[in-house]
Each structure stands twice: as C-alpha cells, then as structure tokens.
C-alpha cells in the first residue's frame, strides 16, 4: 500500500515537474518575430513617440491640414493617427465619426448642442458627399481654443486656412519630402466593399509616396476588411483588431506566448477594459512580451499627464493623445 501511495506521488512529480519544464521552456525560447523590422517600436531606453490623435483635437481643429501642419512642424510629433473613410466619388479622407456634422458648419450656424442630437437620418455622411462637396465646409466651425473661444468660426475661405477635411494623398504629399521619417496609424472604418476600395485606393496612394510604405500602420474593426489586407496587401503593416489583440494579451497572462500566431505590427489598446471586472493592460509583462516579437505597444487615448507618466515609465512604444503639446512637455521632464 504505501509502494503504491509512493509510485502516485512520483508519477505526479514526473507531471508537474514536465509542466513547469514545458512553461519554462516556452516562455524561455525566443518567439518568431511578428514584424523583422518595425520602425513603430523604440529602441531600448528610449521614450515612447507622440502620435497626434485626430491630429492633436485638442490643440488644432481635428484632422485638418492645419491640425497636421501645426502638430508635425511646431509641436514635433513622430506619429500622425486618424480613421479614414471613402467618399461617394472614391476619395479617401481623414475624420473619426462616418458623418461630418460635429465638426463643420454643414448645418449652417445650428449650436453644437442642437447638432449633437441630430437624428441619424438628419446628418451628413461621408459616403453620401464627394470630395468637392465636403471640401466646400469649414472643419474647424466649433472648435473652440483653451479660453474657449471659436476662433475659427468665421473664416472667409477654409482651404487657405487649412481648415478643409483632409486627404490622404494631400497629407502624404504634405510632408513627404520635408519630413520621410513621419509615421502614420490608420484606421479604415468602411466595412464590405466600401473597405475593399479603401485599401486599394490607400495602396494606390502609397505607390506614389513609395518611402511612406514602410511607415504607415493600418488597422480596422472589420474581419473582412482584415482578411483583405492580409491576402491582397500583406506588405502594409497592420495593428491587432481587437479580437486578434484580446487572443495575444490571453496568451501573455497566461504565459504562453511562444504558441500566439498573430503576424500584426502593433498593439493598439487602451490601459484599461471594463469586461464587467476591470481589466488592466498597463502592464510591463504586456509590453515586454510583445518586444520580444517586435510589436509596438501602443496607448490610447491617454490626455492626462500622470497616466503618461505612467506609460513611458513602462517603456511602451507609443502615446496617442489629443493633447500632443502636454504630452512633450510631460517627455521634456525625462530628456
């Protein structure tokens, strides 16, 4: 009897002495990198880099080429970040929402307040307009500075004020041979065929600012949509949707990374998810281990100075914010 006690107990140390060899191991063996080079990840020691969500729409009217030019060429941000849509005629522009009515003067001097509760069939999509009639509104009618005052409300003529929505050829075109090191994350927000024309007319683009290639990073909430750039662009990086990114963050809780099969560029996630219970993905481990399969980890949308401090203290790759000019002067305490 106490043979065969002895006998179980030496079978399950065999057992749990090969599990813990078998975690060692895969945590252990270096996994194949997701990307060989990945110009979104900072090397060691190094800061996270600025990338201006929607521009910086806090600063600058959003995803304007005033928004652009102010936070590329006054600010010094590394990274311009923006959601794109597909015009009626099949031109790509920059704005976060599908329809443009919160950020110009499309409904004439209506308030914001009354424009906020417009019904959806009330407003002014992107896909419903071509690029000549969306380029006839001023996209910075309600911003509203850090006094609070609208000062571009009245502008005569919005294209020489750069106050027009923006493209993606003109943005590319904008800084492509002042600034070749400028980086970009994209977001496609059309789904279906909409999308498919998307990349494509995003590819197309990017063949003639050739050297931008490399340095766009695209993402998108639609599984056909990343199906398509998998199988028909898979030269252009992409970020995690947020499936993909919830299946490698399992992975890295759990220890088992070295079986995660995703081949994104980078990890775009807020600090935190509410799941019912909070999870928290302000994490070293996250971050490490997405380094060692050269993955940028990428913050959003971080606008408070200690949360920054946070971030770059845990060397993550990159902060989005709309606040790109509290966000370097929270970098110049480090330098």
Known sequence: MEKKKHGKLKIFGIVMA???LFWTVINVVPPKKNVADNPFVVAEGELPMIAAHRGGGKNN????????RKAVEEIGVDIIESDLYLTKDGKLVYNHDSYIDETCNVNGDMPLDQVEDL????????EDMTLAELETYNFGYYFEDASGERIYKDVADPAAAGLQIATVDKLFAEFYLTHPDLLFIVEIKDGGERGYEACKVLSETLDEYSVYRDRVVVGTFHDEIEKEL???????LRGAPTG?????ILTQFLGLNLFNQSDFACLQIPTSYDLGITLYLNKKTIINRAHRRNIAVQYWTINDADEMRELIELGCDCIMTDDPILLKSVLEEYR
């Open 230 to 236: 998998k199988s028909k662009y898979p030269d252009l």
């Open 244 to 248: 993909t990114a919830a299946k490698f």
């Open 18 to 20: 090969s599990l813990v």
């Open 61 to 68: 009217p959003e995803n304007t080429m005033l928004a652009f």
């Open 119 to 126: 019904p959806s069939d009330k407003r002014h999509y992107i």
